[in-house]
């Protein structure tokens, strides 16, 4: 078996859980780190065996690399994925593709044109649950969706590059773009319209703001809503969440989501007892009532097994097979575009936008 060759730029918090999970798989040979920490790159290169490199242009010139992770700060991916693509390599690529619309057009653009493999890594609609999400909509059971929502309080991002807009794209494109991008994907609708509120911000470090608040008018009548705030949970110094432990009720972080249907509705909270319920609709008239129809417990499950799945599996059969990932380039790029319309709306204050689409 031919094995893919890949390199990882960026191995940070993201990039380094990318490196480890790609070496282990059997179909790929994982030689190069690159990034521009040389401390973090030496302890990498030495732990691992492999070569290292603070400039990706060493990867983009290695014809012996046909695919690279690319999980840098995110004003550096449109200019690595381009050059990478345009070098023949095919890209699997952290969220978002790039933090302006302009990037992000002309990465996918080139991705066609180069005929390459792009994909974005936007997990969640590959993770066990909504997998599970999906059959239980498609199956029928809780009839058309009417109505989504979605509530997450975690704490700041760490480290700072991620509060800058220009470095990171907004709360959207870092946070949210994970939520609107499930709600496309389970609901088979595109977003029509978006309001976003967003007040002024808290956190010191951010140069916009760490909470906001969104409505999405979707296809079918579907109206969304999605909470997302930064500043009512506890992280431990690194900014990273650890399992269990950080995710304690009195720690302040919460993440569930709700899908209500015309025959009954979900309700998902993955954490503290990590349980999907189900609910269905009796009676008739003033005897109409929501009724309990089961429970479903992924508590044997990990969280981030439950939530961020490995897509790394399919973007290496895509590779293998030649065909697109699960999210073709241009699908990532309508969740791009929503999310640049609701950056729009927070900006002005509420504003109904239409997302902006070729
Ligand atoms: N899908 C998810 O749920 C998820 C979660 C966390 C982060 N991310 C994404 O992953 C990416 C990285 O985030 P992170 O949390 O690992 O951040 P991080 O700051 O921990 O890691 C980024 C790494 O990139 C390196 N870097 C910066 N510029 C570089 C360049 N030009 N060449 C090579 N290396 C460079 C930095 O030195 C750092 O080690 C971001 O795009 C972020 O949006 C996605």
């Known amino acids: 078996m031919q094995k893919i060759r890949m390199a990882a730029v960026g191995c940070g918090q993201a990039g380094y859980g990318h490196l480890e999970t790609f070496m282990a798989q059997p179909e790929v040979s994982l030689t190069v780190a690159v990034d521009i920490d040389e401390k973090r790159l030496e302890e990498i290169s030495k732990k691992h065996n492999i070569d290292a490199s603070t400039d990706y242009r060493d990867v983009i010139k290695d014809d012996g690399i046909n695919a690279v992770i690319i999980a840098s700060s995110n004003e550096t991916h449109p200019g690595i994925a381009i050059e990478a693509m345009k070098a023949g390599k095919h890209v699997f690529c952290e969220k978002p593709i790039a933090p302006t619309l302009e990037e992000c057009r002309e990465v996918v653009s080139i991705a066609r044109k180069h005929q390459r493999i792009f994909h974005t890594h936007f997990e969640l609609r590959h993770s066990v649950v909504p997998v599970r999400i999906k059959e239980i909509i498609d199956s029928g059971e809780i009839g058309q969706i009417r109505s989504m929502n979605l509530v997450h309080y975690r704490g700041p991002f760490r480290p700072a590059w991620k509060g800058q807009r220009k470095l990171s794209g907004g709360l959207t494109l870092m946070e949210t773009?994970?939520?609107?991008?499930?709600?496309?994907?389970?609901?088979?609708?595109?977003?029509?319209?978006?309001?976003?509120?967003?007040?002024?911000?808290?956190?010191?470090y951010y140069d916009y703001p760490d909470t906001e608040y969104l409505v999405l008018r979707m296809g079918n009548g579907i109206v969304s809503h999605i909470t997302s705030c930064h500043t009512r949970s506890v992280t431990d110094k690194e900014g990273g969440f650890k399992d269990d432990e950080c995710y304690e009720e009195q720690y302040g972080h919460q993440y569930e989501y709700s899908i209500l249907g015309t025959k009954g509705s979900l309700r998902y909270k993955p954490l503290r007892g990590s349980r999907l319920f189900v609910y269905g609709f009796e009676g008739e008239g003033e005897g109409w009532d929501c009724v309990l129809r089961r429970t479903e417990d992924f508590s044997h499950i990990s969280y981030n097994e439950q939530i961020h799945g490995s897509d790394r599996r399919e973007f290496i059969d895509a590779v293998m097979e030649g065909r697109d990932t699960y999210i073709t380039p241009e699908d990532s790029l309508r969740t791009h575009e929503v999310c640049f319309a609701v950056e729009e709306s927070g900006d002005s204050g509420g504003r109904g936008i239409v997302p902006d689409r070729l």
Not at 178 to 186: G, K, P, S, T, W
């Open 177 to 204: 773009c994970h939520a609107i991008d499930l709600f496309r994907h389970l609901s088979g609708c595109d977003v029509e319209e978006v309001f976003s509120f967003a007040p002024p911000r808290v956190i010191p």
